[in-house]
């Protein structure tokens, strides 16, 4: 039926996004799922900042799912292979309403490669999200700057760091972000 994809820098609401627009087919009876990748150790369930959050199945790959539902959400969805956007077209393709987030950029300010290929998809609702600057706390944010002991990280990094304690994350804007 409709794919919706939700993106975004860290802290900017995506979780909250995504299970906002889910809830009401909850409500509707629809048979809903929501998922989240196994490498996602910060939370069990999404969980959104603002303290909102669901149960959700943790998987590897995509394409574990079998069929069975009318509604997909998929959270953190940049930390998903990038071959796992074959999984989403097929579920456009069999009429499902299918709602990813994610992180647009990698901390380098490249675009991750399984949003490129969801792109590449033509989504029928793009919703880009921004944060308020961790820097200037002005609420234009659109990068995620990665931090090792006070300073950017700027190369020899893979595009898909864990959230995992050994890196801080900030929401820059334009302005702050710091590029190589």
């Known amino acids: 039926m409709a794919l919706t994809l939700i993106m975004g820098p860290m802290k900017s609401g995506k979780s909250l996004e995504l299970i906002a627009r889910v809830a009401p087919y909850e409500f509707a009876e629809k048979k809903v799922l929501y998922l989240q990748p196994h490498s996602d150790v910060r939370d069990s369930g ?33 930390m998903f292979d990038e071959k796992d956007y074959k999984t989403i077209d097929k579920w456009v393709g069999e009429g499902k309403e299918v709602f990813v987030s994610g992180l647009d950029l990698d901390y380098s300010g490249r675009l991750m490669p399984i949003v490129k290929k969801i792109f590449e998809l033509k989504p029928d609702l793009l919703i880009t999200k921004l ?24 190369e020899g990094l893979p595009s898909l760091v864990p959230e ?3 890196y801080v994350y900030e929401a820059r804007c334009r302005d702050c972000y710091v590029r190589k």
Not at 136 to 152: E, M, S, V, W
């Open 46 to 78: 999404i969980t959104s900042r603002a303290g909102i959050n669901t149960k959700a199945s943790r998987v590897k790959s995509l394409a574990e799912i079998d069929n069975g539902f009318d509604v997909i959400a998929v959270d953190e969805v940049n």
């Open 131 to 154: 944060a308020v600057c961790d820097v200037c706390h002005r609420y234009n944010a659109q990068f995620t700057q990665i931090l090792d002991k006070g300073k950017p990280v700027l």
């Open 164 to 166: 995992d304690g050994t």
